[in-house]
Nanobody, 122 residues
Framework: QVQLVESGGGLVQAGGSLRLSCAAS????????MGWFRQAPGKEREFVAA??????DYEDSVKGRFTFSRDNAKKMVYLQMNTLQPEDTAVYYC?????????????????WGQGTQVTVSS
């Protein structure tokens, strides 16, 4: 069983930055692929980024602006978000996948956090 707790969301102006953190429990954390997804009001949950043994993948609209990193010793993952835009406004979720390769589909992930709100004002 893995528990995930996100933090770091908030309100920021367009062009600003935020760093999301996700704290994980579980002895096999280092073998899991980890993902960030987001869900805006009235929209489906969408892939943002993932990190696993196969590397790191990003959704096209965040490439060059967001950076996903992990610290296995601390059982933490981070999403550094720069040059934020109003369209980045959403609840951001951390997710863990038992199979260690990255995937862009939410249904492929086994554990989820409660989410953290990111609001970008124009």
């Amino acid at each position: 069983q893995v528990q995930l707790v996100e933090s770091g969301g908030g309100l920021v102006q367009a062009g600003g930055s935020l760093r999301l953190s996700c704290a994980a429990s579980g002895r096999t954390f280092s073998s899991y692929a980890m993902g960030w997804f987001r869900q805006a009001p009235g929209k489906e949950r969408e892939f943002v980024a993932a990190i696993g043994w196969s590397g790191t993948d990003y959704e096209d609209s965040v490439k060059g602006r967001f950076t996903f990193s992990r610290d296995n010793a601390k059982k933490m993952v981070y999403l550094q978000m720069n040059t934020l835009q109003p369209e980045d406004t959403a609840v951001y979720y951390c997710a863990a996948r038992k199979f260690g390769s990255t995937h862009y589909l939410a249904r492929e992930y086994d554990y989820w956090g409660q989410g953290t709100q990111v609001t970008v004002s124009s």
